[in-house]
């Protein structure tokens, strides 16, 4: 993928997964059950929410485009791991230990997708720990795969996010002041991670202000909250 913080139409269509033989159809589910994947983990390992999400971008974006990886070269459950150590790296103060990847992932990756709904985020990764042997073969391959997705992504690793952009627009456009503002902020937030995971990538595809005014506006209707007047007409 280019360096552009959007994905374009031709990037969204010329995947190297599709380039590779492999069905539009499957790529998306794959990737699809992939960022439930990354989240999943995320949560397990009591991650904040940006981070999970964070990964999530960079997981969509790394296979997308031309340039992107194929879904025939590179396992999926490798780079979600790696763009969830990555993005725990980043945060600066949220980074997962390898080992706890290692084990939650080995975890996950024997369930079913979507995984967890909602995951159990009291269990704990250590619980579910693999030989020496095993975690010094993984923790490698996590290893590298980190650097297969900063490579890929031209080490261009910024993912700004809508949700606190949301907060903000509703609270200027009066929805939090009335007696559901609660109930707007909560939607508006499952909306944006309904957006997060949705075939469309459209975390890739809409600027994050867009992202933020569209979940508002959806959940003020849906509450039957009215927005500013200036702002509505």
Known sequence: ?????????????????????????????????????????????????????????????????????????????????????????????????????????????SLEPPFFNPPPNHLDPGEYSVSEGTYQSRRQELFEAELLVLRTLGFQTLAPQPYALAVQYAQALGALEEQKGRAVARRAHAHLNTALVSPQLLFLTQLPHALAVAAVYLAAREEGVKLVDSWQS
């Open 1 to 109: 993928m280019s360096n552009s913080i959007l994905a374009t139409p031709l990037q969204l269509s010329s995947s190297a997964s599709a380039q590779a033989g492999l069905d539009e159809q499957a790529i998306s589910l794959i990737i699809h059950a992939s960022t439930h994947l990354t989240l999943s983990a995320a949560l397990l390992l009591k991650l904040p929410h940006s981070v999970g999400v964070h990964a999530s971008i960079l997981l969509q974006r790394f296979f997308t485009g031309s340039t992107g990886g194929s879904l025939r070269s590179h396992d999926a459950h490798h780079i979600s791991a790696g763009a969830l150590y990555l993005a725990s790296k980043l945060s600066l103060t949220n980074a997962a230990s390898p080992r706890d990847i290692v084990n939650t992932y080995t975890y996950l990756r």
